[in-house]
């Protein structure tokens, strides 16, 4: 019989979930006001929420001291700004890396008549970033890619995988968890069932392996600190 490591499922059913007639979240994590003592932040990441804004709607949030964001779009183009500075675009396949701030983030649906999609991921640590725009590279198949971290031990890998193609994670730094989260598709994670949204966390384990339950889907990985 399999062993299992210490581990952590978050249902994308059981997610926090708030919403209003622009913007719709929901978080994996506590986040603002919704708090459940199941859902605290896993060592150094303290937010992951799969947000959806309306057509010409800006959503604005202020970051705490030193607190560091990714920003993943999914589905559609945004555009995104620090308080006061000129409005940039992303698309699918990059990443908005804010490595450290105490200000506002803005973030911006550009199109007049249709829905966008993107992540949004918080630390409690600084990130390292050369550039604010980072390319998340899944024209290579059946790999993890590595698109952000810091020299703390925060690392984020995406892939797209076929269907039962197989991969392993190993941990770069003794004594750090992982934590894993599906875009899209299901995978199975050390033997653990994930679907679409869910993601599981995990500690006290040098490696995870997983396989790809369909065609196309994405995973994204994160190792951090506890």
């Avoid at 970051?63 to 993943?72: A, F, H, T, V, Y």
């Avoid at 490595?99 to 600084?126: G, K, M, Q, T």
């Avoid at 994930?194 to 995973?219: C, K, P, Y």
Wanted: hydrophobic residues 40%; proline residues 6%; glycine residues 6%.
């Amino acid at each position: 019989m399999r062993s299992q490591s210490p581990a952590q499922i978050y249902r994308s059913d059981l997610r926090a979930h708030s919403e209003d007639g622009s913007h719709r979240t929901y978080a994996t994590f506590n986040f603002e006001e919704h708090i459940s003592p199941d859902r605290k932040p896993f060592g150094q990441l303290l937010a992951i929420n799969d947000e959806t804004l309306a057509p010409d709607t800006t959503l604005k949030r202020t970051l705490r001291k030193k607190e560091s964001i990714i920003i993943i779009p999914l589905v559609g183009a945004l555009e995104y700004d620090l308080e006061g500075d000129e409005p940039q675009a992303i698309i699918p396949g990059e990443a908005w890396i804010l490595p450290s701030a105490d200000s506002s983030v803005c973030v911006r649906n550009p199109y007049d008549d249709e829905l966008i999609n993107f992540l949004y991921l918080a630390f409690s640590a600084p990130l390292s970033a050369t550039i604010p725009v980072v390319e998340i590279k899944l024209e290579e198949g059946n790999v993890l890619h590595p698109f952000a971290g810091n020299f703390g031990g925060v690392f984020c890998y995406m892939g797209i995988y076929d269907c039962r193609k197989e991969d392993i994670y190993k941990v770069r730094r003794p004594g750090h968890g992982i934590f894993v989260f599906v875009i899209n598709g299901a995978f199975e994670v050390s033997g653990r069932l994930l679907e679409e949204r869910d993601g599981l966390a995990m500690w006290n384990v040098e490696e995870t392996d997983f396989e790809s339950l369909s065609n196309n889907a994405i995973l994204l990985v994160i190792e951090v600190p506890l």
